[in-house]
């Protein structure tokens, strides 16, 4: 039984699902990762209005939202116990896993901070080598000096 419900939960993991509260408890005694999903649309509440405050376009704030949506629900713990090594695991597993992009990763980075300095008010700084950003050596010297 145990599968199952966490298969239906999956399913349906973008829908509202309504339950009896006693069915909830229930529900997150047998299964308690999904007791985070209720903890992680109150927060997503609380970035949308955030990023609608801070004047963010509509484009970025869907943006963001997917990308913190799809973190959270890949580190399947409590927002408050996140770390660093989250991200770096979340960024990695994006990068060979999926074969995202390092402009995509770029755009999870700026998400992710958002939420941490925003929503969690959490100082944090992600340190990940970004394609393209190493010093220019500038033309006309020696590399041998």
């Given at each position: ?7 239906f ?12 509260k006693?069915v909830n ?37 869907k ?21 660093k ?20 990763a770029?755009?999870v ?6 939420l ?17 950003n ?12």
């Open positions: 039984m145990h599968e199952s419900v966490k298969n939960y999956d399913l349906f993991a973008q829908e509202e699902i309504i339950t009896h006693a408890n229930l529900i997150y005694n047998l299964i308690p990762e999904l007791s985070y999903r209720e903890h992680y649309k109150n927060l997503l509440i609380k970035v949308t209005e955030e990023l609608k405050l801070k004047g963010y376009s509509e484009e970025t704030q943006s963001y939202l997917g990308h913190i949506r799809r973190f959270l629900l890949y580190s399947n713990k409590d927002s408050n116990l996140l770390s090594e989250d991200i770096r695991k979340y960024l990695m597993y994006l990068l060979d896993e999926k074969e995202k992009s390092h402009s995509y770029n755009q980075i700026s998400a992710i901070r958002f941490f300095i925003n929503i969690l008010r959490k100082e944090i700084e992600i340190f990940v080598v970004r394609k393209g190493y010093p220019k050596v500038p033309s006309g010297i020696p590399l041998n000096c």
